[in-house]
């Protein structure tokens, strides 16, 4: 059993910042790929920031390009997403995903993952 747990969430006021972490866990010697999607009361779930299994490709959604950073820890199959110039239009919950890898390249299709976390909010006030 698979198991992905974030934390890290939040309330920041507008400029400010928050670091997510999320750690993946259950199977032996397993390398996931990872990523970060967040939904938004009334929106659909979108992808914000992955990497693939390794930490060599990352990839990023426009709008969060050049304020969010992914990264991936020495610890296996643990992320983190720092985010910075936050904006109000950032307030969601905010789920970590991870997938066996079947490509060398990032996931950024939520079907694309097999499991997720419980979610953590995010709220930027104005």
């Known amino acids: 059993q698979v198991q992905v747990a974030e934390s890290g969430g939040g309330l920041v006021q507008t400029g400010g910042s928050l670091r997510l972490s999320c750690a993946a866990s259950?199977?032996?010697?397993?390398?996931?790929?990872m990523g970060w999607f967040r939904q938004a009361p009334g929106k659909e779930r979108e992808f914000v920031a992955a990497?693939?299994?390794?930490?060599?490709?990352?990839a990023y959604a426009d709008t969060v390009k050049g304020r969010f950073t992914i990264s991936r820890d020495n610890a296996p199959n643990t992320v983190f997403l720092q985010m910075d110039s936050l904006e109000p239009g950032d307030t969601a919950i905010y789920f970590c995903?991870?997938?066996?890898?079947?490509?060398?390249?990032?996931?950024?299709?939520?079907?694309?993952?097999?499991?997720w976390g419980q979610g953590t909010q995010v709220t930027v006030s104005s």
């Open positions: 990497l693939n299994w390794n930490g060599a490709r990352t």
């Open positions: 995903a991870a997938a066996l890898p079947r490509t060398p390249y990032v996931l950024i299709e939520t079907t694309e993952y097999a499991h």
């Open positions: 259950g199977r032996t010697f397993a390398v996931y790929a």
